[in-house]
T-cell receptor
């Protein structure tokens, strides 16, 4: 079955440490997205990528970095510069342009501070 | 970018009662509208979408939403809820031609027997 796989499901970060969240899709989607979810705040866009080797900052990109070397993969690194990283992180993908195609979501990674 | 307001953060409801979740967005330019549902510790699943045409859209599990351009609203309704409808619901809006979605803060629906 096609879908989006996020790993790990739970992740713990020590102070001063960078951690990388994995997102892989086999839907052949062009666009991929990373969101941060905090209670009562909905989803906030961190980064998105429309095509391979290209990505744009979203609303809350500070303290995060991404790469898009392959169409199916869009890893997110939470750097030590992100002072409040505890949240639920969701990866999504979508085909096509124009906004009329829905985004498909993975099951998320929950990141906590040790 | 759109601003999306979900007017109720928590909606408790008894089983078999109706429920309405309210969603308003900021701009009346051409938009695409979506409702997603999220169960605990899972990602979001598409519930229904409005792209064009009939202003009333329905999902396979009994939900419906009505697009009202003049009021910039896209409220979600279900005439009779089940325990399994307990979840968080998100309204999302995309401007035509935009790669990005704007999400509301979510509405938690708790269905009680």
């Amino acid at each position: 079955d096609g879908g989006i796989t996020q790993s790990p499901k739970y992740l713990f970060r020590k102070e001063g440490q960078n951690v990388t969240l994995s997102c892989e899709q086999n839907l052949n989607h062009d666009a991929m997205y990373w969101y941060r979810q905090d209670p009562g705040q909905g989803l906030r866009l961190i980064y998105y990528s429309q095509i391979v080797n290209d990505f744009q900052k979203g609303d809350i990109a500070e303290g995060y970095s991404v790469s898009r070397e392959k169409k199916e993969s869009f890893p997110l690194t939470v750097t030590s510069a992100q002072k409040n990283p505890t949240a639920f992180y969701l990866c999504a993908s979508r085909t096509g342009a124009g906004g009329n195609q829905p985004q498909h979501f993975g099951d998320g990674t929950r990141l906590s501070i040790l | 970018a759109q601003s999306v307001t979900q007017l109720d953060s928590q909606v408790p409801v008894f089983e078999e009662a109706p429920v309405e979740l309210r969603c308003n967005y900021s701009s009346s330019v051409s938009v695409y509208l979506f409702w997603y549902v999220q169960y605990p510790n899972q990602g979001l699943q598409l519930l229904l979408k409005y792209l064009s045409g009939s202003t009333l859209v329905e999902s396979i599990n009994g939900f419906e939403a009505e697009f009202n351009k003049s009021q910039t609203s896209f409220h979600l309704r279900k005439p009779s809820v089940h325990i399994s409808d307990t979840a968080e619901y998100f309204c999302a809006v995309s401007d035509r031609g935009d790669y990005k979605l704007s999400f509301g803060a979510g509405t938690t629906v708790t269905v009680r027997a």
